[in-house]
């Protein structure tokens, strides 16, 4: 099962890279199982990406390293967010994808969260 989180941290507020056309997204992946047999740190930030898809269907894929945080600059609109872990087949779950909206020259900050069996 995956959450992902997230909220306008700073409402108004024009941040260095914000296009004029945009807004600044910024993030984290973390992966958290019940059993540490994964060899991580439970809530530990993990790479993969981040997938954003627009109301009108139009899909980014946003490539997290391993520090486990990303920075992308999306058009205002609808967004559907969904979590990817690297070296897995799967989702972080797709029965959980939540939607955002992005406003233009808002940043906004989420946190994708893929809870492990």
Avoid at 30 to 46: D, E, H, M, Q, V
Wanted: hydrophobic content about 40%.
């Amino acid at each position: 099962m995956a959450a992902i989180l997230f909220g306008t941290i700073l409402a108004g507020c024009r941040s260095p890279i914000s296009s004029a056309v945009g807004a600044d997204i910024s993030g984290t992946l973390r992966f958290y199982a019940p059993i540490t047999s994964t060899g991580f740190p439970n809530g530990a930030l993990r790479a993969g990406f981040v997938e954003f898809r627009s109301s009108n269907g139009l899909v980014t894929k946003v490539q997290v390293p391993k520090s486990g945080t990303f920075v992308a600059n999306l058009a205002p609109g609808t967004y559907t967010v969904r979590g990817h872990l690297a070296k897995s087949n799967l989702w972080c779950d797709d029965s959980e994808d939540k939607t955002i909206r992005i406003e233009r020259n808002r940043e906004l900050h989420i946190k994708v969260n893929c809870d492990g069996i």
